[in-house]
């Protein structure tokens, strides 16, 4: 029986005999590195196993088959559009729901198995089997420039233009996951919560027409998600 969904079993021992974590989280990142490197056609599963510390038959205990190692990986970037889908229709105050959907989009960018500047030269030079990367960053993209434009309407935010505080506000997560993943010589390094709480602050600071009410924004924000299950949203 396959497990293309995380098993409650621990798996299969690696060939190298060394405990790394989950064997499912190994086989995303090793694949999505090989998928980098020599293109997502011209990977075999038998390189992934090995990539892996993983026996053939091992790897075909938690995914059956490559596009479902593809699948996996697309998946698990999904949980803040998932979020941003669930938030953006909600009523209450746009801040609060705008600085969740920011803190976890900067924290799924910072546990991601690849960054995401590689994650885009990838889907840009494999499009056929990587496209959906540009759905969903589209429909993430409107989703939060919807919520902006409710702050803007209900005067929780200054006057901006929605679509160009959008891009703004994704384009610094993704910066400054960059950061997280390779801090600059002589600079400060960061967790992903202080990247994720650092990102959120910088847009919302910018954003709130009232910037002393950034304090009480982040702790709706911590209400609005504690708990959440991205699998629970369909």
């Given at each position: 029986?396959?497990?293309?969904?995380?098993?409650?079993?621990?798996?299969?021992?690696?060939?190298?005999?060394?405990?790394?974590?989950?064997?499912?989280?190994?086989?995303?990142?090793?694949?999505?590195?090989?998928?980098?490197?020599?293109?997502?056609?011209?990977?075999?599963?038998?390189?992934?196993?090995?990539?892996?510390?993983?026996?053939?038959?091992?790897?075909?205990?938690?995914?059956?088959?490559?596009?479902?190692?593809?699948?996996?990986?697309?998946?698990?970037?999904?949980?803040?559009?998932?979020?941003?889908?669930?938030?953006?229709?909600?009523?209450?105050?746009?801040?609060?729901?705008?600085?969740?959907?920011?803190?976890?989009?900067?924290?799924?960018?910072?546990?991601?198995?690849?960054?995401?500047?590689?994650?885009?030269?990838?889907?840009?030079?494999?499009?056929?089997?990587?496209?959906?990367?540009?759905?969903?960053?589209?429909?993430?993209?409107?989703?939060?420039?919807?919520?902006?434009?409710?702050?803007?309407?209900?005067?929780?935010?200054?006057?901006?233009e929605s679509e160009d505080a959008a891009?703004?506000?994704?384009?610094?997560?993704?910066?400054?996951?960059?950061?997280?993943?390779?801090?600059?010589?002589?600079?400060?390094?960061?967790?992903?919560?202080?990247?994720?709480?650092?990102?959120?602050?910088?847009?919302?600071?910018?954003?709130?027409?009232?910037?002393?009410?950034?304090?009480?924004?982040?702790?709706?924000?911590?209400?609005?998600?504690?708990?959440?299950?991205?699998?629970?949203?369909?």
């Open positions: 029986m396959t497990k293309d969904a995380a098993p409650s079993a621990a798996g299969r021992p690696r060939l190298s005999g060394a405990p790394t974590g989950s064997p499912r989280q190994d086989i995303i990142r090793e694949a999505t590195a090989l998928f980098v490197a020599k293109g997502y056609a011209e990977t075999t599963m038998s390189e992934i196993a090995r990539s892996a510390g993983l026996r053939q038959s091992s790897l075909y205990y938690w995914f059956a088959r490559k596009e479902h190692i593809l699948q996996a990986l697309l998946e698990e970037n999904r949980s803040s559009l998932a979020l941003a889908a669930s938030l953006e229709g909600r009523s209450g105050p746009a801040a609060p729901r705008l600085y969740a959907v920011l803190h976890a989009d900067a924290m799924q960018l910072c546990s991601a198995p690849l960054d995401f500047y590689e994650f885009e030269r990838v889907a840009r030079s494999q499009p056929q089997n990587f496209g959906a990367f540009f759905d969903d960053y589209a429909a993430l993209h409107g989703l939060t420039a919807s919520i902006v434009r409710q702050g803007v309407e209900s005067g929780e935010f200054q006057a901006v891009t703004a506000a994704l384009g610094l997560n993704e910066g400054l996951q960059r950061h997280y993943r390779q801090p600059l010589p002589g600079l400060r390094s960061y967790s992903a919560e202080q990247v994720s709480g650092l990102s959120a602050d910088t847009t919302l600071a910018r954003l709130l027409a009232a910037p002393g009410k950034l304090a009480a924004v982040r702790a709706e924000a911590a209400d609005l998600t504690a708990g959440w299950n991205p699998s629970a949203e369909s």
